[in-house]
């Protein structure tokens, strides 16, 4: 496997797709030794075969605001990989959406749902669509004119998405009643549904609570916990408020929350009413977090800034890809930063990454850090196969328990010779090999 080749000829197939190039080259850079040593995947020719998208789909959104202005977004739907059981992955309605993005998404996630040990594919989509500042209404509208085209390429058995950023419970909501409207059929083929009508427990909190479960298996392996640990976590989304409440849960304090306008620094810690305020300010459909310091004095705001500066012994990235350059991470270097868990996907850039292998940090990558709110997405279409709901204890337990299982298969393939546990070639590798083996398993097709 000529890794150079394969990156110029990538370049030259996807030009202007820099997030998506980022990615595959972090996973064929990892896993080029299993490739070496198993002629089998050179044979079936895996490797051009596992970074092209089984299908890219986009289509127009147009859309009534409440002032009677029509407006024309672009959607998208990409199915990138469904070898392992069908097309599985959230939708992100943000202004910087394109189909670059969406394809790296596509891939990552085709590695992180073989890596939950379930049987889901890989696939991701969304529009550029922007959520802030529109009504309830004006949403309700654009999610509905969305589900018009997608609802063609969906099915439980087929493909089943659901939320990422700007699309939460009620944005899922207004999706999946479309669907039903058009299809007639009321089944799973949403996750993240609302709880009186097909949801799972805990599936609003999964992503930060895999996100903190796997934070502390690393930690573990040094004889260390999220006890006592000062923790800085940026955004202040879906996947922040989860891994805050369950690092606090685990005798850990918080010390930061960010948004596009800046980082919240409260060395009190955010816990208890402060994390429902959380929740407050995101619904307020704002993009900041200044507010936080006008409710909770005690705390500073830090305009244009991010929190990585701050001292701290974990940290979380939870808002957006490329979130964590280099100079953030040689600040948490210099502070003594012992744990980096991805709550976000591909937060860290790979300059960023390599400085936290170079000193031995622990590194969670997203793909298996944030697994576990695709993983209760798998347990949720568990529980509306069997017509069945689980009480938020048992999914809870299960949920960490594949994290579990995702971190020691990252061991098994991660570990080098002086000891050190390479997360990130684990979990290529892991992933990798079960996709490619089901794609030779069913042949050319
Ligand atoms: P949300 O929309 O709930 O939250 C995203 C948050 O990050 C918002 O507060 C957003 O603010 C903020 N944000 C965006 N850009 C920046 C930035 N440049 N600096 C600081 N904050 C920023 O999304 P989620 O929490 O669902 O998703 C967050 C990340 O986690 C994404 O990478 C997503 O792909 C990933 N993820 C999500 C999963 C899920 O189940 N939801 C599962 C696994 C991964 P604003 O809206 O104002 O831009
Ligand atoms: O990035 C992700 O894993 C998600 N947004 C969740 C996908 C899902 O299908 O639950």
Redesign the pocket.
Known sequence: MNLELIMSDLEKRNPGQPEFLQAVKEVLETIIDVVSENPKYDAANIIERIVEPDRVITFKVQWIDDKGRVHVNRGYRVQFNNAIGPY???I?FHPSVTLGGLKF?GF??TF?NSLTTLPMGGA?GGSDFDPKGKSNAEIMRFCQAFMAELYKYIGPDKD?????IGVGGREVGYMFGMYKKLVGDHNGVF??KGRNWGGSLIRPEA?GFGNVFFAEEMLKTRGESMKGKIVAVSGFGNVSWGSIIKANQLGARVVTISGPDGYVYDPDGISGDKVDYLLELRASNQDIVKPYTFEYPSAQFFEGKRPWEVKCDVALPCAIQNELNLQDAQNLVNNGVMCVSEGA?MPCTPEAMELFLEHKVLYGPGKAS??G??A??GLEQTQNAQKLNWAAEEVEAKLHSIMCNIHEACVKYGREEDGYVNYVKGANVAGFIKVADAMIDQGVI
């Open positions: 599985k992955g959230g992100r998404l990552e996630q992180k991701k089943i998405p659901a939320g990422d996750t993240g992503t996907n944030n697994a709110g695709v209760t997405s």
